[in-house]
């Protein structure tokens, strides 16, 4: 027994000690962070006990988001010994702090495992003994201790297990007849799939140790504001590619399917796996593996996988794919450089009897980012404009709803289109230094009315372009209000080489024509449309540590064009929408959304009927929301010629083509866009 004890004194000992060893890496990127946040920042924090106490809540929200690892009796331990002190951890560069969070979530993860190895044997218990209990989100909480957090494993088995079940089936007697019949096999099942979710967090970032470095790092950053991150390399690149007009890609997309595997979801037309002919949707992704570097893909994440494909180092690499009707099979392929699929625009005709409008979904402010002066959306949005013209349209909705954002430079030059000169949005810095930034270029690309669609994910780069408009009164704007968040984000490397990473670092924040911010609060549209997501509290108000709305003086009084007469277009929307069936059901599910779901406060049970009734429950509001869309809309969605003559030699691009028309047909927001705007313009 001695000995025993001795081997695992010992055995930990070396664990510490390796740790340490490592830990200069992480303090000399932490060190780097925190005097690049320092320097840059637009509103830098001081290191002082306030920090440490917020950074200490974030970090274990960053380890354990869900609450199921740590136990209330390590957060104690943590919380005794950690709360205030991180603070001089840092300013005296010391990071052995570090090794008791990377031991104590190694030590949950073992537990949690021991615990789901265990209910293999173990039937599961649907007599209503055990309670299921939920709670809104900020009211999650974690377990008392080891005895508990076992429980709740076999309750999350059990609840998956009987919500899979229904989802396969609408019957409550099918569902129980397949419980008798396959528990045992469907349970192992989950299992399997929660032991590899406990995997890919050990495995994440390169192991478990650099998992617990970057959530630190991670938090130090979001205590500055909710946009400043710590990012690797590989986070650079797919941040990059999303803001991107061109990427060097294969051209594939990927998901993690029901079973766990990770499998080729989509390939992009034109791209090399397209070109290739041998992937194809479905496929199961094995292995990837370029040059000296492999990724074997079992109990990892999608994020990974997308992260080692787009590597900057891996231009071509091996595919190794079961194929969907069972052969196991290697594809290498090359990348190659094609227009990021999302990040495009097309323009489509709204028409009735002989009046036209033109419709432009903006999906995001995309730029290239090779040049300084390269093209990106704006100029994208003026060709299809051009295109529309030719078609005599009357006036133009542009939808941006969902648009996060993106390059502010294409957001001013965007904006520029829409006015003859002027101020677009006032910048200030962190050192206080205010500059007014202008239309770039003289004269207009369109002069004809315009409409403008936002909604509760509207962000950043969309609020300053629809909030220009709106300033100037050059649009109406129409839908939910915006996200709120008026800031600016650069990358910068934390030293010479790239070693230590990079960070995106809140740098300045801007503000409209007329000196205030729309920073925190959001564009308030002329004209609100109801929406499920009203009660969603998600936006930047709703974020620790954002940064609050204030004002600059102007140093350029803009010239605004005539305050568009919105009274009597809002007066006819309620009318509309009040008598429409649609929006009536969005506002009825919204509510039952919100309080079933959203806010739900319950304890139940754990039996098959009480899984069974709340799952199908929120499978019916889930069918309800995805059927809400327009019966008969009131006009054609057409192409533009130009587009109609690309479809001719275009197949693959023509059915992608026809599912958008669809959606615009449907889309109840986009023809409620529609009357408004011609309302303006017959009036």
Same mark, same amino acid.
């Given at each position: 027994?001695?000995?025993?004890?001795?081997?695992?004194? /010992?055995?930990?000992?070396?664990?510490?000690?390796?740790?340490?060893?490592?830990?200069?890496?992480?303090?000399?990127?932490?060190?780097?962070?925190?005097?690049?946040?320092?320097?840059?920042?637009?509103?830098?924090?001081?290191?002082?006990?306030?920090?440490?106490?917020?950074?200490?809540?974030?970090?274990?929200?960053?380890?354990?988001?869900?609450?199921?690892?740590?136990?209330?009796?390590?957060?104690?331990?943590?919380?005794?010994?950690?709360?205030?002190?991180?603070?001089?951890? *840092?300013?005296?560069?010391?990071?052995?702090? #570090?090794?008791?969070?990377?031991?104590?979530?190694?030590?949950?993860?073992?537990?949690?495992?021991?615990?789901?190895?265990?209910?293999?044997? $173990?039937?599961?218990?649907?007599?209503?003994?055990?309670?299921?209990?939920?709670?809104?989100?900020?009211?999650?909480?974690?377990?008392?201790?080891?005895?508990?957090?076992?429980?709740?494993?076999?309750?999350?088995?059990?609840?998956?297990?009987?919500?899979?079940?229904?989802?396969?089936?609408?019957?409550?007697?099918?569902?129980?007849?397949?419980?008798?019949?396959?528990?045992?096999?469907?349970?192992?099942?989950? *299992?399997?799939?929660?032991?590899?979710?406990?995997?890919?967090?050990?495995?994440?970032?390169?192991?478990?140790?650099?998992?617990?470095?970057?959530?630190?790092?991670?938090?130090?950053?979001?205590?500055?504001?909710?946009?400043?991150?710590?990012?690797?390399?590989?986070?650079?690149?797919?941040?990059?590619?999303?803001?991107?007009?061109?990427?060097?890609?294969?051209?594939?997309? +990927?998901?993690?399917?029901?079973?766990?595997?990770?499998?080729?979801?989509?390939?992009?037309?034109?791209?090399?796996?397209?070109? @290739?002919?041998?992937?194809?949707?479905?496929?199961?992704?094995?292995?990837?593996?370029?040059?000296?570097?492999? &990724?074997?893909?079992?109990?990892?994440?999608?994020?990974?996988?997308?992260?080692?494909?787009?590597?900057?180092?891996?231009?071509?690499?091996?595919?190794?794919?079961?194929?969907? @009707?069972?052969?196991?099979?290697?594809?290498?392929?090359?990348?190659?450089?094609?227009?990021?699929?999302?990040?495009?625009?097309?323009?489509?005709? #709204?028409?009735? @009897?002989?009046?036209?409008?033109?419709?432009?979904?903006?999906?995001?402010?995309?730029?290239?980012?090779?040049?300084?002066?390269?093209?990106?959306?704006?100029?994208?949005?003026?060709?299809?404009? /051009?295109?529309?013209?030719?078609?005599?349209?009357?006036?133009?909705?542009?939808?941006?709803?969902?648009?996060?954002?993106?390059?502010?430079?294409?957001?001013?030059?965007?904006?520029?289109?829409?006015?003859?000169?002027?101020?677009?949005?006032?910048?200030?810095?962190?050192?206080?230094?205010?500059?007014?930034?202008?239309?770039?270029?003289?004269?207009?690309?369109?002069?004809?009315?315009?409409?403008?669609?936002?909604?509760?994910?509207?962000?950043?780069?969309?609020?300053?372009?629809?909030?220009?408009?709106?300033?100037?009164?050059?649009?109406?704007?129409?839908?939910?209000?915006?996200?709120?968040?008026?800031?600016?984000?650069?990358?910068?490397?934390?030293?010479?080489?790239?070693?230590?990473?990079?960070?995106?670092?809140?740098?300045?924040?801007?503000?409209?024509?007329?000196?205030?911010?729309?920073?925190?609060?959001?564009?308030?549209?002329?004209?609100?449309?109801?929406?499920?997501?009203?009660?969603?509290?998600?936006?930047?108000?709703? &974020?620790?540590?954002?940064?609050?709305?204030?004002?600059?003086?102007?140093?350029?009084?803009?010239?605004?064009?005539?305050?568009?007469?919105?009274?009597?277009?809002?007066?006819?929307?309620?009318?509309?929408?009040?008598?429409?069936?649609?929006?009536?059901?969005?506002?009825?599910?919204?509510?039952?959304?919100?309080?079933?779901?959203?806010?739900?406060? +319950?304890?139940?049970?754990?039996?098959?009927?009480?899984?069974?009734?709340?799952?199908?429950?929120?499978?019916?509001?889930?069918?309800?929301?995805?059927?809400?869309?327009?019966?008969?809309?009131?006009? $054609?969605?057409?192409?533009?010629?130009?587009?109609?003559?690309? #479809?001719?030699?275009?197949?693959?691009?023509?059915?992608?083509?026809?599912?958008?028309?669809?959606? *615009?047909?449907?889309?109840?927001?986009?023809?409620?866009?529609?009357?408004?705007?011609?309302?303006?313009?017959?009036?």
């Amino acid at each position: 027994m001695q000995k025993i004890s001795f081997f695992f004194f /010992f055995f930990f000992g070396v664990v510490i000690s390796n740790y340490g060893q490592k830990n200069e890496a992480f303090c000399a990127e932490l060190e780097a962070l925190s005097q690049t946040v320092a320097e840059l920042h637009y509103q830098a924090k001081p290191i002082e006990d306030s920090l440490s106490a917020a950074v200490f809540s974030l970090f274990l929200e960053n380890l354990d988001e869900d609450k199921r690892l740590f136990n209330q009796e390590q957060i104690a331990n943590f919380k005794e010994k950690d709360y205030l002190k991180l603070d001089d951890y *840092i300013k005296n560069n010391d990071c052995r702090f #570090l090794n008791t969070y990377i031991l104590q979530l190694e030590k949950s993860i073992a537990h949690a495992k021991q615990s789901l190895e265990k209910l293999r044997e $173990q039937p599961l218990d649907f007599s209503g003994t055990l309670k299921l209990k939920f709670s809104p989100e900020n009211k999650h909480h974690y377990s008392k201790n080891e005895a508990t957090q076992t429980t709740y494993w076999k309750k999350r088995i059990s609840y998956e297990l009987i919500t899979n079940l229904t989802e396969e089936d609408s019957l409550l007697s099918s569902v129980k007849k397949t419980l008798a019949e396959e528990q045992h096999e469907r349970k192992n099942k989950l *299992i399997d799939q929660q032991l590899c979710l406990l995997e890919e967090t050990s495995n994440q970032f390169g192991g478990l140790q650099k998992f617990v470095e970057k959530q630190f790092l991670n938090a130090f950053a979001h205590y500055q504001d909710p946009h400043t991150t710590y990012l690797d390399r590989s986070d650079k690149v797919s941040f990059e590619t999303h803001i991107a007009s061109n990427q060097a890609t294969f051209g594939i997309y +990927t998901t993690k399917n029901n079973d766990g595997e990770i499998e080729i979801a989509q390939i992009i037309p034109g791209s090399s796996a397209f070109k @290739n002919n041998k992937l194809e949707e479905g496929d199961i992704l094995k292995k990837l593996f370029s040059k000296n570097d492999e &990724l074997v893909v079992s109990c990892v994440s999608n994020r990974e996988v997308v992260n080692f494909m787009n590597n900057e180092d891996h231009q071509e690499t091996t595919f190794r794919v079961k194929k969907k @009707n069972g052969p196991i099979t290697n594809v290498k392929l090359t990348k190659t450089v094609i227009k990021v699929e999302e990040n495009s625009t097309r323009g489509y005709l #709204l028409q009735h @009897n002989d009046q036209q409008v033109g419709y432009l979904k903006i999906p995001g402010f995309y730029t290239d980012l090779e040049s300084p002066n390269g093209l990106g959306v704006a100029n994208d949005v003026a060709k299809e404009i /051009f295109k529309l013209q030719q078609e005599k349209i009357e006036g133009l909705i542009l939808d941006l709803r969902n648009n996060g954002g993106g390059s502010m430079k294409e957001a001013i030059t965007l904006s520029g289109m829409f006015i003859d000169k002027g101020p677009i949005s006032i910048v200030k810095t962190h050192k206080g230094n205010i500059s007014t930034l202008r239309d770039p270029y003289r004269g207009k690309v369109f002069e004809k009315p315009v409409l403008i669609l936002v909604n509760q994910f509207s962000a950043s780069a969309s609020e300053l372009f629809a909030g220009a408009m709106q300033d100037y009164h050059r649009a109406i704007i129409v839908g939910s209000p915006t996200y709120g968040k008026s800031t600016v984000q650069s990358i910068f490397p934390l030293d010479q080489n790239d070693e230590l990473g990079f960070s995106k670092i809140t740098i300045q924040k801007f503000y409209g024509i007329n000196g205030s911010t729309h920073q925190f609060k959001g564009i308030q549209p002329d004209i609100v449309l109801p929406s499920v997501y009203d009660n969603l509290k998600r936006g930047e108000r709703y &974020l620790p540590y954002a940064l609050a709305s204030d004002s600059v003086e102007i140093q350029l009084e803009p010239k605004k064009l005539a305050a568009i007469p919105t009274l009597p277009l809002q007066k006819n929307s309620k009318q509309r929408v009040s008598a429409n069936k649609s929006f009536d059901t969005i506002q009825k599910l919204r509510e039952v959304f919100t309080n079933e779901y959203l806010e739900k406060e +319950t304890e139940y049970a754990l039996t098959v009927e009480n899984i069974f009734n709340d799952i199908s429950a929120f499978q019916k509001l889930i069918n309800q929301l995805n059927e809400v869309k327009t019966e008969n809309a009131s006009y $054609q969605v057409k192409n533009t010629s130009s587009t109609n003559n690309l #479809l001719i030699f275009n197949p693959d691009d023509k059915e992608l083509n026809e599912k958008i028309t669809k959606s *615009i047909a449907e889309d109840i927001y986009i023809e409620e866009a529609y009357f408004i705007l011609t309302d303006f313009i017959n009036n």
